[in-house]
Every structure is written in C-alpha cells, then in structure tokens.
Nanobody
Framework: QVQLVESGGGLVQAGGSLRLSCVASGRTFSSYAMGWFRQAPGKEREFVAS????????YVADSVKGRFTISRDNANTTMYLQMNSLKPEDTAVYYCARRPTSSIIGAYAPSGYDYWGQGTQVTVSS
C-alpha cells in the first residue's frame, strides 16, 4: 500500500509563490513516475505536471508552463511543485499521484495513475 500526503497549500496573492510537497510512503518511490493534478469547483480534474522516475524528464501543462516546476527527491521520497507567478485561475485543490510505471508517456490522463493523495487547497486572491 502506498500513501501520498500533500502539503504546502494556502492562500496567496496573485503574483506570489507556493511550493507544494508530496511525501510518499514505501521504499519503491524511486521506481515510479509521479504527477500533479488540480481540480477547481465544478470542473474536471486537470493535469498540471509529471516527472519520470529519475527526474530527468518532466512534462508540464501549457497553462502553467514557465511558471510551475516539478521536481523530486528520491532519497527523501518527496515530490515538489514550485508555483510562481500565481494567478486566480490557479485556485484549486492540488493532488499528487503515482503512476504504475517509470515513464511519463501518457502521463496527462488521470486514469494513468494508481495512487492519489488527499489534496491540498491552493487559493490565489486577485
């Protein structure tokens, strides 16, 4: 069983920054690709970013490209999402998730993930 716990969300003004963390249980963290998704009220879950097992490959949604950076620390079984230049439309619950593969091919679809965290709220005020 894998547990994923997100933290780092909060309330920030537009233009500000936040760094989300996702800590994973289990010793196989480094074998799997990971991803971040978000879901705003009344909207479907949206892909944000993904990272392969080693951190050498990443894939970021166009809506956040140039503002968000995904990274991971396999030694500490932690994944991060650095969010800069935040906009009100970034307001959502942010979820981390694990893929059952080391690759990020096809990582944009929620169905490509097998474990999910409980989410952390990010609110950006204008």
């Amino acid at each position: 069983q894998v547990q994923l716990v997100e933290s780092g969300g909060g309330l920030v003004q537009a233009g500000g920054s936040l760094r989300l963390s996702c800590v994973a249980s289990g010793r196989t963290f480094s074998s799997y690709a990971m991803g971040w998704f978000r879901q705003a009220p009344g909207k479907e879950r949206e892909f944000v970013a993904s990272i392969n097992w080693s951190g050498s490959s990443t894939y970021v949604a166009d809506s956040v490209k140039g503002r968000f950076t995904i990274s991971r620390d396999n030694a500490n079984t932690t994944m991060y999402l650095q969010m800069n230049s935040l906009k009100p439309e970034d307001t959502a619950v942010y979820y981390c998730a694990r893929r059952p593969t080391s690759s990020i091919i096809g990582a944009y679809a929620p169905s490509g993930y097998d474990y999910w965290g409980q989410g952390t709220q990010v609110t950006v005020s204008s």
